[in-house]
């Protein structure tokens, strides 16, 4: 019929080299899987015409694990896990998903104590993803000292998190009906300590990083990607904001306990790798500020309305909620026929449709600056290939 | 004087002999060069997923500190790198790739799989068609360090076992000989089949599972077969 | 858009429409021919203005021989989702692609292909996407048989 099914050779061979002997050439370098700037297993193949990028093909598939297949042979409680592993920067918030969208489906309401819960651990956890892409960014520009700056205070939070939910990275904390354990008693007076500590330090921050010619001068304009593209190529969070498009599922289709709070969604105007930079900074700012407003008002009552043992069933019919992520909106859909196990689970992840950004936004630039625009795209590889 | 007679064995792989004039130091040339070896690895810096942001990242940054045990310089090239420290799972298609970074490595090299993935597959041994059931499949291993993820407390006492097995003549590998990887978690004198064997029985006590059955039918601890 | 007022205008657009059950967002039917035609009008349209292809992805009923190629629409304008879905053949799975209209869609139909295998027409580059190039099958249907996968033994 004419389709033709391509593989990856006949993909890379469709450039022609070009003609005369004192004119450049273009030619493809692979930038592995291993590689210390990808952020984990993405393999770029690279179109290069001396260090000017042409284009940018990713090649995925290095961390696949089937997850989506996995999903359906095990039950709704069994499948909580799977979401940390997902995007394990953001572990709370998939658990969260995919919860809110357990609960939803099978009707389940909560109490005010556990959506608040739910909702600072969420913003603490949006701080402590962005501090990490603050130093990996910094390490990836060259600047190493970022990097320690960023994990001293991100260890402040992971220790936190290790006492209520008992594990620093993959908590499996959030379940569907509630949480997994009370919040511990030391919690709150060291969420103000960390409030108390932190926002001096951001300040310190800024006087790093921020204000350095190098880096203004490697950030701003590079990267452009306009609003119609970015709403075109499915970027959500705050690459999507940086270029002006003012979308954040918090303020539109708010959840938790986020109707009662009073934030600012900061905006980008360009769309170059600046504005995604200092975007992230102000969300930090606004994180803070919202644990603040939450941090003294929480409510007494239970932390689990449904027995650990109990087999959540599902209405059959198909279900679709979203969130919104440190890195963009997360979609959990799920297909169920009235059985324990769902019949089709599909995660619509925010770091695979932001990183087909990359591939309006390198070509043009060098290849110094294909580093910038990765980097500031702050994509977590395991949540592309699921 | 303050030399003193006692070996400072335990600290310097060398002996101290004081000798009218001086001090003599007696060592042997291959303890040397294992202690030095062990106390300057260097990491290439290959983390696949999770485990690569608390072992590789976490590890190496403030807090805990991959520096003090000689292991700070990763490098990303796996010609200049003689650790492999595999954080991650790794999928069918990745394991190609980590077998020709394990080949290009020069001897002597070492691997530690860290993490339940790399060590048997992780959370994602049913139902998975690319994950591969332990990075032991593709290369040798030699040391465990268990945990999803593993704490990075965890993963210097992997790091140390390394060293002390290092430290007492594991240098170049045999080639075809299959050393028996090392389990970073246990106190000493208990192995991996002592465990097995109380899991087997614990098992069929409380879950009344027959152990027999279920390997002929090959659904445990090994591939389904036909 | 209250879900009753957009079914009645998306009927009005196009009148083989039908309104698919047992879902929590408004959700359409509509067969795989008419599709690309139906899809720009709803991205064109000024009171449904659809720029945002959430996500595409695929169900595999397998006891009906049909896949269910399912595309989560988002307008960002008027706040209003839609669920649009088109079935096709389980023996001949074809389908025009929405590229044209929504640039991810490019990639979300090339992980539908690589998983279940629909083919689309006027994709501009269809090929696997997670899984390696010579590989056997399509992993995501419920008739996928392979010696390397392990079952989970009844008792975990």
Redesign the interface.
């Known amino acids: ?1 004419g ?7 006949k ?1 890379i061979h469709l450039s022609k080299e070009t003609g005369s002997p004192l004119s450049t050439q273009e030619y493809f370098v692979n930038m ?5 700037s990808t952020h ?2 993405l393999r770029l193949v690279l179109k290069l015409d001396g260090e000017t990028v042409k284009e940018v093909i990713p090649v ?11 999903a ?2 095990q039950t709704y409680r069994q499948s909580v ?2 979401g ?2 997902l995007d ?2 953001s572990a709370f918030t998939y658990n969260w998903a995919f919860s809110m969208a357990v609960e ?2 099978a009707g389940i309401e909560l109490n005010d104590r556990i959506q608040t819960i739910r909702t600072l651990f969420a913003e603490l956890q949006r701080i402590q993803s962005h501090l ?1 892409w603050w ?2 960014f910094g390490m990836d520009l060259g600047a190493f000292t970022p ?6 205070d991100r ?1 402040m939070l ?1 220790d936190i998190f290790e006492e209520t939910a008992g594990a ?3 908590m499996n904390y959030i379940q569907p009906g509630g949480l997994m354990y009370d919040l511990h008693p030391n919690f709150v007076k060291k969420v103000k300590n960390f409030l108390k500590y932190f926002k001096p330090k951001l300040k310190e921050y800024d006087a790093l990083l921020s204000g350095n010619i190098i880096l203004q001068q490697r950030l701003r304009k590079v990267g452009i990607l306009p609003a119609e ?1 970015a ?4 970027a959500t969070g705050p690459v999507l904001r940086a270029s002006g ?1 003012s ?1 954040d599922l918090r303020k ?2 708010p959840y938790g306990v986020y109707p009662q709070l009073k934030f600012e969604v900061p905006i980008g105007k360009t769309g170059d790798c600046w504005d995604r930079y200092w975007i992230r900074l102000e969300e930090i700012r606004e994180s803070l500020h919202l644990v603040e407003q939450l941090i003294d008002h929480i409510p007494e009552g239970k932390f689990m309305l449904m027995k650990p043992a109990v087999k959540i069933k599902i ?6 909620t ?1 969130l919104e992520t440190a890195r963009g ?1 997360l ?1 959990v ?1 799920i ?1 169920s026929d009235g059985k324990e196990v769902p ?2 689970m ?1 995660f ?1 992840t925010p770091n ?2 932001n990183l ?1 950004s990359v591939t ?1 936004m390198a070509p043009g630039g060098r290849l110094a600056d294909l580093v910038a625009i990765l980097s500031s795209l702050d994509i977590v ?2 949540d592309i ?1 699921r | 004087m303050g030399l003193t007679r006692e070996p400072l064995i335990h600290k310097f792989p060398f002996y101290l002999e004081p000798i009218p004039g001086g001090s003599l130091v007696l060592a042997s040339l291959d303890k040397m060069i294992n202690w030095a070896r062990a106390n300057s690895l260097w990491p290439l810096t290959f983390g696949t997923s999770c485990c690569a942001i608390e072992v590789m990242m976490a590890a190496g940054a403030s807090h805990h500190d991959l520096a003090r045990f000689g292991a700070e310089v990763t490098r990303p090239s796996p010609r200049q790198a003689d650790l492999l420290v595999i954080a991650g799972t790794i999928v069918k298609r990745m394991a190609p790739r980590l077998r020709t970074l394990y080949e290009q490595m020069a001897e002597p090299r070492y691997v530690i799989a860290t993490g339940s993935c790399a060590i048997s597959g992780g959370p994602f041994i049913y139902h998975s068609y690319t994950t591969i059931r332990g990075a032991d499949e593709i290369i040798p291993v030699d040391v465990y360090v268990p945990g999803c993820p593993p704490r990075p407390e965890e993963f210097f006492y992997g790091l140390l076992t390394l060293q002390k097995m290092i430290k007492e003549g594991e240098t170049i590998r045999k080639p075809g000989v299959r050393r028996r990887p090392v389990l970073a978690a246990l106190p000493p004198g208990i192995t991996l089949s002592q465990i097995q064997k109380e899991f087997q029985k614990l098992l069929e006590e409380k879950a009344c599972v027959n152990m027999q059955e279920a390997q002929e039918k090959g659904k445990i601890f090994g591939r389904k077969k036909e | 858009m209250e879900t009753q007022t957009l079914l009645e205008k998306l009927t009005a657009l196009e009148p083989t429409v039908m309104p698919r059950e047992k879902s929590d967002c408004p959700a359409i039917t509509i067969s795989p021919e008419l599709l690309l035609g139906f899809m720009k009008k709803l991205k064109a349209e000024p009171s449904l203005a659809f720029n945002i292809l959430c996500t595409h992805t695929a169900i595999d009923w397998i006891a009906e021989n049909r896949f269910e190629l399912i595309y989560q629409l988002y307008s960002l304008e008027h706040a209003h989702s839609l669920r649009v879905s088109t079935s096709v053949p389980r023996d001949n799975p074809l389908l025009s692609s929405m590229s044209s209209i929504w640039r991810i869609a490019q990639w979300q139909e090339r992980e539908v292909y690589d998983l279940f295998g629909v083919l689309y027409h006027g994709h501009p580059d269809l090929r696997r996407l997670f899984l390696e190039d010579d590989w056997k099958g399509f992993p995501l249907r419920k008739d996928y048989q392979d010696d390397f996968m392990l079952e989970k033994p009844e008792w975990a």
């Open positions: 019929m389709l033709g099914i391509s593989t990856l050779e993909r592995g899987p291993q590689h210390p984990g297993v995925l598939g290095y961390i696949h694990r089937g997850i989506e297949k996995i359906e042979h896990h799977l940390d592993r394990y920067l939803k489906a990490l130093g990996v990097f320690l700056y960023g994990f001293r260890e992971t620093r990275l993959t593209q709403l075109s190529l499915g498009v979308y539109q289709e209405p059959e019919g198909s279900y679709y979203r909106v979609g859909f297909v019949y089709r599909h619509r695979f449709n087909w309006a590889v395991p290939d």
